[in-house]
């Protein structure tokens, strides 16, 4: 039911770990299914310079969560905040219908990490949605 870009960030996932000194840290649970996912993030001149994330979770969360590191590793915190769970879905070709929910996880747990890493700064929090 998965497509080959799907089974292939399933069979080996991009950025899979743990950063022990990490600048902010994330972690978001889907309450249907139980799924976790952490997601730890390392900021260097406002660029995410390194990422790792460990998920518990139904393949098309951990493809989403493989799939969404790469996507903002490199990437300003702005950039990584406006990447969404839509964008992470098109990177990957797509998600059967009833699996589309659970690439929410990566989404909102990069937001976490970054508001994480914000408030270690002393910075206000971004908020969901509305933008920064
Ligand atoms: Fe269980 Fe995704 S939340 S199917
Ligand atoms: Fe839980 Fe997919 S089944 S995130």
Known sequence: MYNEKVMDHF???R????IKDADGIGEEGNPQCGDIMKVFIKVKDNIIEDIKFQTFGCGA???SSSMATELVKGKTLEEAWDLSNKAVVEALEGLPP???HCSVLAEDAIHRAINDYRKKQGLP???EKSGK
């Open 11 to 13: 069979e080996n996932p």
């Open 15 to 18: 950025n899979t770990g743990v």
């Open 61 to 63: 969360a951990i493809a």
């Open 98 to 100: 009833a699996k589309v």
């Open 125 to 127: 929090q971004w908020e």
